[in-house]
């Protein structure tokens, strides 16, 4: 019998799900309810190759890798599911000076945050890794505590966590509609495989629906702009001389590998996706995979057995190919939805989603209770996410290229190549005749910098000094010596007006904004631990009229905090 009333409803029992009513109950939340349309892991948790890696491009995804490692360490002894966990290490490999950079700054970070890291020499990874084939390799980094553990078995763990605490977990029950009073859900209609029907109120609601996160997202009247692509592996005959090794990653062949119990499995993360499920996921879809492509996966197989020559003679027990969600700019989206007050996300894993569910299920919960972030999470929170960006072609084009992201090299302003020139100023083609060479944010398209004649109007990617440098200074220097004039058509541009505009923002901003009309004032907006959630400039306009002017990419996002801050 499915109870009618929650405190709190999930919708997906993947390991997101789970690991967010886990951490739910540890916080003493009771009246918690994840449903779960089939089975638990059926989408794409049970298929994960199961990496669990702590390396990451910024500081708090780094915190979060290194919590979830910690975590599924202890998991099985809390809760006896055995996780398959096992802290092999792993080797990640630079066939390049520029990926050798990457990596000692990857390092540099994680050390930072106490994560065991150590740079290593070709030699001594030949020494840990005696199969590799040291062919180009630059050096690389190992981590010690780096592991790899049973995705599906890490979910149920999760799931038995949560349960012991007083969740309630029902399978074979799908959320198909929602009930709302303004922007509130009030619940949600729920169908089982038998065909009956029922309603569950809640007082808050979480879309960990993985690759069906964005037409759950819709159901909730919420933007979750996620979109499937087919993701490979193999797995091997067993080979005879393979014993325990760390995971290897040699990110400048598109490549991960990993022994298991005397197979090893090689997957791959290739520049030209495949984007999956352009019309909808299947109705029956559960514990299914895609067809092979075995023309798809060979340049990376070509090159794998260059790299580990056991693998020439090893047959091929498993050609695997499963759906998984990308997003625009991969990263997943994490916290409250702008234009809900009670729906949250946690969604859209890029291919992360093991090693990122236990810091993603601990920071959203967190977030659950306080209503604020717990920390810096503007990297994953929803509302960087813009309006057009749940549209489905655009989705289609971006994530062909955000797949493959994931090893290619993470250069400083780097910038996506697909699904580009959504949104342009009325300058653009002029500022192009002039030379200028475009980035995007949030969409838009910006002149970054200006080439000279005869200069190649291209970004040359590299951690040391860019090729623009010179070209920003002159710019730099003309509006510092004589007169410039600033495009500011990208910006996000706010305008607060009543009675009440000057108590509010002084309310809401670090600065004093009792000043004159006319006068420009730079401030940020503060949440109540004293942490910046906005970077603006505000222009008093009259007595009772403020322009605030935001950057490009967090526009709903700041005015979504005035709105919520504005209360009656
Ligand atoms: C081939 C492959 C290899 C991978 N390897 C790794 C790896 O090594 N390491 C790693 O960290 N990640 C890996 N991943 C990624 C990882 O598997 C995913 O990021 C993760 O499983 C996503 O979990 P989830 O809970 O978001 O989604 P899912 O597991 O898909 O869960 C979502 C659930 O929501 C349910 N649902 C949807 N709609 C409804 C509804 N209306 N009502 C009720 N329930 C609903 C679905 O049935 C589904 O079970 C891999 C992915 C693939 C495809």
Redesign the pocket.
Same mark, same amino acid.
Request: net charge negative; aromatic share 10%.
């Given at each position: 019998m499915i109870q009618d009333k929650a405190k709190v409803i999930i !919708?997906?029992?993947?390991? !997101?799900?789970c690991s967010v009513a886990y951490h739910l109950s540890k916080l003493g939340w009771n009246d918690i309810v994840l449903? @779960?349309?089939?089975q638990l892991?059926?989408?794409?948790?049970w298929?994960?190759?199961?990496? !669990?890696g702590q390396l990451r491009a910024s500081a708090n995804m780094t915190k979060l890798a290194k919590y979830t490692q910690e975590l599924y360490f202890d998991l099985e002894k809390e809760t006896g599911v055995s996780t398959g966990f096992k802290r092999v290490g792993s080797i990640s490999v630079a066939l390049t000076s520029e990926r050798m950079e990457e990596l000692k700054r990857s390092a540099a970070m994680a050390r930072a945050f106490g994560v065991d890291v150590e740079e290593i020499s070709p030699r001594e990874i030949k020494n840990r890794y005696p199969h590799i084939n040291l062919e180009r390799v630059v050096g690389g980094v190992f981590l010690g505590k780096d592991g790899q553990g049973d995705?599906a078995n890490i979910a149920l763990a999760l799931a038995k966590g949560a349960r012991q605490e007083g969740a309630k977990i029902y399978e074979g029950?799908?959320?198909?509609k929602i009930f709302k009073n303004q922007n509130k859900v009030t619940g949600v209609e729920w169908t089982n495989r038998h065909g009956e029907s029922g309603r569950i109120s809640c007082e808050e609601i979480v879309n960990?629906?993985?690759?069906?996160g964005h037409s759950?997202g819709k159901m909730l009247g919420t933007n979750i702009p996620l979109h499937a692509c087919e993701? %490979?592996?193999i797995v091997t005959e067993p080979i005879a001389e393979l014993t325990q090794l760390p995971v290897l990653r040699v990110p400048d062949e598109c490549a991960y590998y990993k022994e298991d119990a005397g197979k090893m499995l090689l997957?791959a993360f290739e520049p030209n996706a495949k984007p999956w499920g352009m019309s909808g996921i299947p109705k029956d879809f559960e514990f299914d995979q895609l067809p092979e492509d075995f023309e798809h996966f060979e340049p990376i197989l070509e090159m794998a057995v260059n790299r580990v020559p056991m693998l020439e003679k090893a047959g091929i027990h498993t050609f %695997?190919n499963?759906? @998984?969600s990308f997003t625009p700019d991969d990263a997943y989206h994490l916290g409250r939805s702008p234009e809900m007050e009670n729906v949250w996300v946690a969604?859209g %894993?890029n291919? !992360?989603?093991?090693?990122?569910a236990g810091g993603a299920g601990m920071a959203l919960a967190q977030w659950m209770q306080d209503k604020e972030k717990p920390f810096d999470l503007g990297d994953v929170d929803i509302s960087r996410m813009q309006p057009f960006q749940g549209n489905k072609k655009y989705l289609f084009e971006r994530s062909k290229e955000t797949l493959g992201l994931l090893y290619a090299d993470h250069f400083p302003f780097r910038q996506k190549e697909s699904a580009r020139g959504v949104r342009r100023t009325p300058f653009h083609e002029h500022l192009k005749s002039k030379g200028a060479v475009f980035g995007e944010v949030a969409g838009w398209e910006r002149a970054n910098w200006f080439s000279n004649n005869g200069q190649s109007d291209e970004y040359r990617y590299s951690w040391k000094r860019q090729n623009w440098f010179e070209n920003s200074a002159r710019e730099h220097m003309a509006v510092r010596e004589n007169v410039g004039l600033y495009d500011m058509s990208t910006f996000g541009k706010i305008r607060v007006e009543g009675k009440d505009a000057e108590s509010f923002l002084n309310y809401l901003c670090g600065a004093n904004l009792s000043v004159d009309i006319g006068k420009i004032v730079y401030t940020q907006f503060l949440n109540s631990k004293g942490g910046i959630e906005a970077d603006v400039t505000v222009t008093r306009l009259s007595e009772t009229t403020y322009l605030i002017v935001t950057p490009a990419a967090t526009r709903l996002a700041d005015e979504t905090w005035l709105r919520r801050n504005q209360k009656d």
């Amino acid at each position: 019998m499915i109870q009618d009333k929650a405190k709190v409803i999930i !919708i997906g029992g993947g390991v !997101i799900g789970c690991s967010v009513a886990y951490h739910l109950s540890k916080l003493g939340w009771n009246d918690i309810v994840l449903l @779960e349309r089939k089975q638990l892991t059926s989408g794409t948790t049970w298929h994960a190759a199961g990496l !669990i890696g702590q390396l990451r491009a910024s500081a708090n995804m780094t915190k979060l890798a290194k919590y979830t490692q910690e975590l599924y360490f202890d998991l099985e002894k809390e809760t006896g599911v055995s996780t398959g966990f096992k802290r092999v290490g792993s080797i990640s490999v630079a066939l390049t000076s520029e990926r050798m950079e990457e990596l000692k700054r990857s390092a540099a970070m994680a050390r930072a945050f106490g994560v065991d890291v150590e740079e290593i020499s070709p030699r001594e990874i030949k020494n840990r890794y005696p199969h590799i084939n040291l062919e180009r390799v630059v050096g690389g980094v190992f981590l010690g505590k780096d592991g790899q553990g049973d995705p599906a078995n890490i979910a149920l763990a999760l799931a038995k966590g949560a349960r012991q605490e007083g969740a309630k977990i029902y399978e074979g029950v799908t959320a198909t509609k929602i009930f709302k009073n303004q922007n509130k859900v009030t619940g949600v209609e729920w169908t089982n495989r038998h065909g009956e029907s029922g309603r569950i109120s809640c007082e808050e609601i979480v879309n960990c629906a993985g690759m069906w996160g964005h037409s759950v997202g819709k159901m909730l009247g919420t933007n979750i702009p996620l979109h499937a692509c087919e993701h %490979f592996y193999i797995v091997t005959e067993p080979i005879a001389e393979l014993t325990q090794l760390p995971v290897l990653r040699v990110p400048d062949e598109c490549a991960y590998y990993k022994e298991d119990a005397g197979k090893m499995l090689l997957g791959a993360f290739e520049p030209n996706a495949k984007p999956w499920g352009m019309s909808g996921i299947p109705k029956d879809f559960e514990f299914d995979q895609l067809p092979e492509d075995f023309e798809h996966f060979e340049p990376i197989l070509e090159m794998a057995v260059n790299r580990v020559p056991m693998l020439e003679k090893a047959g091929i027990h498993t050609f %695997f190919n499963g759906p @998984e969600s990308f997003t625009p700019d991969d990263a997943y989206h994490l916290g409250r939805s702008p234009e809900m007050e009670n729906v949250w996300v946690a969604a859209g %894993f890029n291919s !992360i989603g093991i090693q990122s569910a236990g810091g993603a299920g601990m920071a959203l919960a967190q977030w659950m209770q306080d209503k604020e972030k717990p920390f810096d999470l503007g990297d994953v929170d929803i509302s960087r996410m813009q309006p057009f960006q749940g549209n489905k072609k655009y989705l289609f084009e971006r994530s062909k290229e955000t797949l493959g992201l994931l090893y290619a090299d993470h250069f400083p302003f780097r910038q996506k190549e697909s699904a580009r020139g959504v949104r342009r100023t009325p300058f653009h083609e002029h500022l192009k005749s002039k030379g200028a060479v475009f980035g995007e944010v949030a969409g838009w398209e910006r002149a970054n910098w200006f080439s000279n004649n005869g200069q190649s109007d291209e970004y040359r990617y590299s951690w040391k000094r860019q090729n623009w440098f010179e070209n920003s200074a002159r710019e730099h220097m003309a509006v510092r010596e004589n007169v410039g004039l600033y495009d500011m058509s990208t910006f996000g541009k706010i305008r607060v007006e009543g009675k009440d505009a000057e108590s509010f923002l002084n309310y809401l901003c670090g600065a004093n904004l009792s000043v004159d009309i006319g006068k420009i004032v730079y401030t940020q907006f503060l949440n109540s631990k004293g942490g910046i959630e906005a970077d603006v400039t505000v222009t008093r306009l009259s007595e009772t009229t403020y322009l605030i002017v935001t950057p490009a990419a967090t526009r709903l996002a700041d005015e979504t905090w005035l709105r919520r801050n504005q209360k009656d």
